[in-house]
């Protein structure tokens, strides 16, 4: 409840940073899709069955606090491949990074493909900071700080952060 309380003043406040907004929105993501799930009037409910899903519904919110939130651009070539982030804020100089647990891609995969995406976006001039949002619902992470903790390292002059959720909510 008092992580919920300081993240929700967080968000209300004029004085956080994007970093640390964009952190806070992630801790809450599933809030949000809890209530997508729960409609009312014996609506159906939005389903959110895979990354896709989760990378539409954090565009959304993206949009609704910053400006220039531009999806799918690419990254230079990483050993002979190139990709695409999710999401560049190039004014705040941050790439957003979705991915939703599954049966093939628990903390182990996850943590490997992320490994590879915080190599990829070291190498980008444009950018200072990565945030990876892990949607792991179905709670497939056995130790998500462990994984959270590990990730956030400094490469370079890269910051990166590392939100898996729900854990505790």
């Known amino acids: 409840m008092a992580n919920r309380a300081a ?3 967080a968000l209300a406040s004029d004085e956080i940073g994007p970093e640390e907004r964009i952190v806070a929105l992630c801790r809450r993501f599933p809030l949000f899709v809890g209530r ?14 895979d990354e896709y899903d989760v990378q539409d519904i954090l565009h959304a919110i993206l949009n609704l606090h910053f400006d220039d939130v531009r999806p799918e651009e690419y990254t230079p070539s990483y050993a ?18 979705a991915k939703m647990t599954r049966p ?28 990876c949002l892990v949607y792991d619902p179905e709670r497939r992470c056995d130790n998500p700080r462990t994984l959270e903790n590990d990730l956030e390292a400094s490469v370079g002059r890269l ?3 590392v939100i898996v959720c729900p854990q505790g909510l």
């Open 7 to 9: 993240e929700r003043a």
């Open 36 to 49: 997508l799930q729960n409609r009312q009037r014996g609506r159906p409910p939005f389903e959110v069955d």
């Open 80 to 97: 002979g491949n190139a990709s695409r982030v999710d999401f560049y804020l190039p004014r705040e100089r941050i790439v957003v990074e």
């Open 104 to 131: 093939n891609l628990g903390q182990k995969e996850a943590a490997n493909q992320l490994v590879i995406d915080v190599a990829r976006y070291a190498q980008m001039p444009t950018v200072d900071t990565l945030i």
């Open 159 to 161: 910051k990166v952060r």
